[in-house]
């Protein structure tokens, strides 16, 4: 059984920061690029970023260029979401997923191409 579990959610001022965490499990975790999505009340869920199997491609959406970073480590079976600068408009559940059906893509943007989602866990910015 896969299990993708997100921890490191809360609720920060906007300006601060949260470490958002992706532990996997009941899968090969270097075989699977990971991604970040995000839904907020009322909202689509939206792409974040997503990072490779390697950590050799990461890829981000243009509104948290510059201020969250993506990294992984395959021995811990864990993926990380660093968000600095946070804002208002960051609110929202964030999910991490998991696929290894592409390498490295551009097309690791789109939801549909994930086999796994985790639960999600809350962010909630205050301004």
């Not at 009340?41 to 970023?49: C, D, L, M, N, S």
């Not at 960051?90 to 191409?113: G, Q």
């Amino acid at each position: 059984q896969v299990l993708l579990v997100e921890s490191g959610g809360g609720v920060v001022q906007a300006g601060g920061s949260l470490r958002l965490s992706c532990a996997a499990s009941g899968l090969t975790f270097s075989r699977y690029a990971m991604g970040w999505f995000r839904q907020a009340p009322g909202k689509e869920r939206e792409f974040v970023g997503a990072i490779t199997w390697s950590g050799g491609n990461i890829y981000y959406r243009d509104s948290v260029k510059g201020r969250f970073t993506i990294s992984r480590d395959n021995a811990k079976n864990t993926v990380y979401l660093q968000m600095n600068t946070l804002k208002p408009e960051d609110t929202a559940v964030y999910y991490c997923a998991a696929t290894n059906w592409l390498t490295a893509s551009t097309r690791l943007v789109e939801d549909s191409v994930y086999q796994y989602w985790g639960q999600g866990t809350q962010v909630t910015i205050s301004s």
